[in-house]
């Protein structure tokens, strides 16, 4: 879990002892697999990127401090990379982000972990995403803005499922060609990770892609989905 080369917790581990690690599993254990989670791509001074080439599952935060891992696992297409804890932590972090990158996967810690998340003044406003209540977890504003944002990604899984489906049946069509140049247009303007300047205080939540909101473009989507249909 988050490996480090100094200031370590009993469950941290340097970029030596990981990589030794990773081989006495691929050794010992055929047919396991093997993950880790980089902050960055350099901790502590040390480049982290060799780790892809020992490990099954990467995971890392999804911002430009990680371009390095993000960039090379698309362009080898392995090992298998995952988001964990977004930084901005807006709608934005948890949908179409998420569907513009290469990342298969976003884990969150979120519960109890700031224990004032009704309180707008608190400087903390990122974590405490759920609190245990009486009849299971409470929502709080920020479990609203992260459910807004897997929405959005699950539209883009919709419309990228219609477009398999219609191309699969071997029917051309208007409808087809639009929906795929929309797609590709929405992708192509979003940034697959946060720049310094979107989670610098204050946070600056993104709202807009290309001109046009998360909720425009939501709507795009929808339209597409069921012109395909």
Same mark, same amino acid.
């Given at each position: ?26 050794? %010992?254990?055929?047919?396991?697999? @093997? /993950? ?5 791509? #350099?901790? *502590? ?5 060799? $780790? ?83 009849? %299971?977890?409470?929502?709080?504003? @920020? /479990? ?5 944002? #897997?929405? *959005? ?5 919709? $419309? ?70």
């Amino acid at each position: 879990d988050e490996p480090r080369e100094r200031n370590t917790n009993q469950w941290n581990r340097n970029l030596q002892d990981s990589i030794h690690y990773a081989q006495l599993v691929r050794e %010992g254990i055929p047919g396991a697999r @093997t /993950f880790i989670d980089p902050m960055r791509d #350099i901790e *502590d001074g040390q480049n982290y990127l060799p $780790l892809l080439e020992y490990y099954d599952v990467i995971a890392t935060h999804p911002w430009d401090q990680s371009s390095g891992i993000i960039k090379t696992a698309r362009k080898q297409g392995k090992p298998t990379l995952w988001y964990f804890n977004g930084v901005v932590m807006d709608r934005y972090d948890f949908g179409f982000e998420v569907a513009a990158s290469p990342s298969t996967g976003f884990w969150q810690w979120h519960f109890q972990w700031d224990l004032l998340p009704f309180q707008r003044f608190h400087p903390c406003n990122r974590s405490g995403v759920t609190l245990p209540g009486p009849d %299971g977890p409470i929502e709080t504003p @920020t /479990f609203e803005r992260l459910t807004a944002g #897997i929405d *959005d990604y699950r539209y883009v899984a919709t $419309l990228k499922a219609r477009i398999e489906a219609a191309k699969q049946s071997g029917k051309k069509s208007q409808a087809l060609e639009a929906a795929q140049a929309e797609l590709k247009a929405l992708l192509g303007s979003t940034m697959p990770f946060a720049s310094q300047k979107d989670y610098s205080e204050p946070i600056r939540p993104r709202r807009s892609i290309n001109g046009r909101s998360l909720d425009e473009w939501r709507a795009v989507l929808a339209r597409h989905i069921s012109a395909l249909e």
